[in-house]
Each structure stands twice: as structure tokens, then as C-alpha cells.
């Protein structure tokens, strides 16, 4: 089965917003079918436990998915393996001692949906699933490591070259308020495509000359409005996000339901998610609390019924105005307009 939806009182606080490390930010980034290990050994259900113990020993496993027909089964581990020895029963087949109530993640979700059973559910390794529930793969901590280390040997020197010509984005204009306007349609129950959006704000605001910190902080929270235009959003909504030197503003709109009771959903843990988004491991009830914990202003205007808006802001440092020019000149826009609490 799929991972449970997971309720966790783990949320960003303040100070865990300032030092979202870069390996943090890859958990959101990559899927979790680019840090699997592809072809896993699989054991029928028939198999006796002393042929597992053989497996184990020559592959080097602690655990395997158990497969027949081609159908993910159970999966049997190294404990299962001890208790049949303890048992004297080492000639029982696997069928008999495999767990058959498997938590499953799904090939295209980001590798964050993963750490969070691996944190919540303290299993070792996690069978993984394609649309159609077929085993593709399975992943266990050590992927991810090795996974997330890939992934940080990354070329820099081209993605530098990139953003030397971002960050001149604001130079040569002048203007009374100079701003940069990225839109993206998001779809309901596209989760295969859940986390694009906040994955090319951050590498649009690094370009421009963002700190890694400003750019994981707007990612966040991009990627928990994302999700909750994807969970809940009757016919999806759009994302709208405005960056100017100073400040970063955010919106994310849609036609949905509504939310009824504002305060009550920002209680972590709270979710109106129903039982098919929780079977996909979503709608654990964090979303618009990680988001208020990443942000310097929150706005949330919602009509039962009618559709959401959340409007987000962070505002940057003078230290790390957007774009060379505003560096250098600190306008492009003043900052007096900071002290309004909320865009309307």
C-alpha cells in the first residue's frame, strides 16, 4: 500500500529558515526515482527463508520486495529472516514470515516524500511504484546519500555563467519600479509535476543574484502552495510571483472550496485532504505552516466555496538587493512601501 499520510509536529521554525542547508533543499528538488537503486532483487513469495539468508549474504541486503506475477506482495527483511531462525523454522517459505502491509513511495514524487516515511514509520528500505503500482525500484537511506551526493557534484561553472547574466537583468533599465512577473498553471492532482514551479523560482532568484538561503526560504514555501493547489484546488489555480530588487512577492490563487476555518488549518497537523490524497502520502496538514515559517508577511483571503488566495512576502536585506544595478544604486523601488502589511 502507499505510504499513510504522515502527521508530524516537525515544522520550519524561524531560525531553521535561515539555515535550510543545500542538501535540505535537494530533498524537495529531486524525485525520488533519480536516487532509487533500479532492479531490485526480488524474492517470490514461495522462496524458503533459507534461500533468503543466501541472498542476503551475496548481495549484501538487509531486506528485498517479495513479487508475484509481477506484483509487489510483501517485502521481507533481516529481522523476518531472524525470527524464522529463532523459530527453527528456516525451511518456511518467505510467504509466511514477509510483511504483507507494505508502505510504498511513488517513482516521481520528491525525494522529501520519502524522508518523511523513513522519519515517521522507522522502516529500512521502501519498495517504490510506478502510476500502475508496479515495482520499479526500491530506495533505503544509503540511496539517498549517495543520491543527494550526485547531486552536489553538480557543474557550477555553466549554472555561474547563467546567473553573471541574470543578475544584469535590472541594469540597464530605469524605471519608477522595476520588477520581474513569473506565472505558472498548476494543475489538480498533477502530482507527478508537484515541485517544477518552486524549483524554477529558486534557480531564477540564484540567477538574479539571490542567497541560496532567500532562494530556499521562497522554494519552500512556493513548493507547499504548489501542493495545496494540487490537493485541494478544484480545477487548479496559478501562482504568481513578483521580484523586485528589494522584495520577493508571492501568490497562489484558485477556485477551490475554501478554506472554512483559517486559524484551525494552520494548526500543524490539520488536513482536509481526502482519504485518495492521503493514500499517496500527501496532505499530512504542514503546508501552511512551513509556508507562514519561510515568509515575512502571510495573507490568506478565503471564501467557502469561492477559492483562496495566499499572498506571501520576503523582503530582502539591503545587503542582497536583486540584480548588480540595485546594488549599486539601491533603487529601483523604495523601501518605504515595507511597512504595509499585506499587498491587495
Known amino acids: 500500500m502507499d505510504a499513510e499520510p504522515l502527521r508530524t509536529d516537525r515544522v520550519i521554525t524561524d531560525g531553521a529558515a535561515n539555515l535550510i542547508s543545500r542538501v535540505e533543499e535537494l530533498a524537495y528538488e529531486l524525485t525520488i526515482a533519480e536516487v532509487m537503486s533500479r532492479d531490485p532483487r526480488a524474492i517470490a513469495p514461495g522462496t524458503k527463508m533459507g534461500e533468503v539468508m543466501e541472498t542476503f549474504r551475496e548481495a549484501r541486503i538487509s531486506g528485498a520486495p517479495v513479487v508475484a506475477n509481477g506484483e509487489l506482495v510483501g517485502i521481507v527483511s533481516l529481522e523476518d529472516l531472524i525470527r524464522a531462525l529463532r523459530e527453527s523454522n528456516i525451511q518456511a517459505p518467505v510467504g509466511e514470515y514477509m510483511t504483507r502491509m507494505v508502505l510504498t513511495v511513488k517513482a516521481h514524487s520528491p525525494l522529501i516524500e520519502a524522508l518523511k516515511v523513513f522519519e515517521q514509520r522507522h522502516v529500512g528500505r521502501l519498495p517504490v511504484v510506478d502510476d500502475d503500482n508496479r515495482l520499479v525500484g526500491i530506495i533505503t537511506k544509503g540511496d539517498i546519500t549517495s543520491g543527494v551526493m550526485r547531486a552536489l557534484q553538480y557543474d557550477y561553472q555553466e549554472e555561474e555563467v547563467r546567473k553573471y547574466r541574470a543578475r544584469h537583468l535590472f541594469e540597464d533599465i530605469v524605471s519608477d519600479r522595476t520588477s520581474l512577473t513569473l506565472r505558472y498553471k498548476i494543475a489538480h492532482g498533477a502530482f507527478a509535476q508537484g515541485g517544477n514551479?518552486?524549483?524554477?523560482?529558486?534557480?531564477?532568484?540564484?540567477?538574479?543574484?539571490?542567497?541560496p538561503q532567500i532562494a530556499r526560504r521562497c522554494g519552500i514555501a512556493i513548493y507547499e502552495a504548489e501542493m495545496n493547489l494540487i490537493i485541494?484546488?478544484?480545477?487548479?489555480?496559478?501562482?504568481?510571483?513578483?521580484?523586485?530588487?528589494?522584495?520577493?512577492?508571492m501568490e497562489a490563487i484558485d477556485d477551490g472550496p475554501g478554506i472554512y476555518d483559517v486559524e484551525q488549518a494552520m494548526q500543524p497537523g490539520y488536513s482536509t485532504a481526502p482519504d485518495s490524497i492521503r493514500e499517496l502520502g500527501f496532505g499530512a496538514g504542514m503546508g501552511l505552516k512551513n509556508i507562514q515559517r519561510c515568509v515575512d508577511d502571510m495573507y490568506i483571503d478565503s471564501t467557502p466555496g469561492?477559492?483562496?488566495?495566499?499572498?506571501?512576502?520576503?523582503?530582502?536585506?539591503?545587503?542582497?538587493?536583486?540584480?548588480?544595478?540595485?546594488?549599486?544604486?539601491?533603487?529601483?523601488?523604495?523601501?518605504?512601501?515595507?511597512?504595509?502589511?499585506?499587498?491587495?
Open 306 to 344: 469561492r477559492g483562496t488566495r495566499l499572498e506571501l512576502r520576503i523582503n530582502m536585506p539591503p545587503q542582497e538587493s536583486l540584480g548588480d544595478a540595485a546594488r549599486k544604486t539601491g533603487t529601483t523601488e523604495e523601501r518605504d512601501d515595507h511597512t504595509t502589511n499585506h499587498r491587495r
Open 197 to 211: 514551479a518552486s524549483s524554477h523560482i529558486k534557480r531564477a532568484l540564484l540567477r538574479l543574484g539571490a542567497s
Open 232 to 249: 485541494h484546488a478544484t480545477n487548479g489555480g496559478m501562482i504568481r510571483i513578483e521580484i523586485e530588487p528589494h522584495r520577493i512577492l
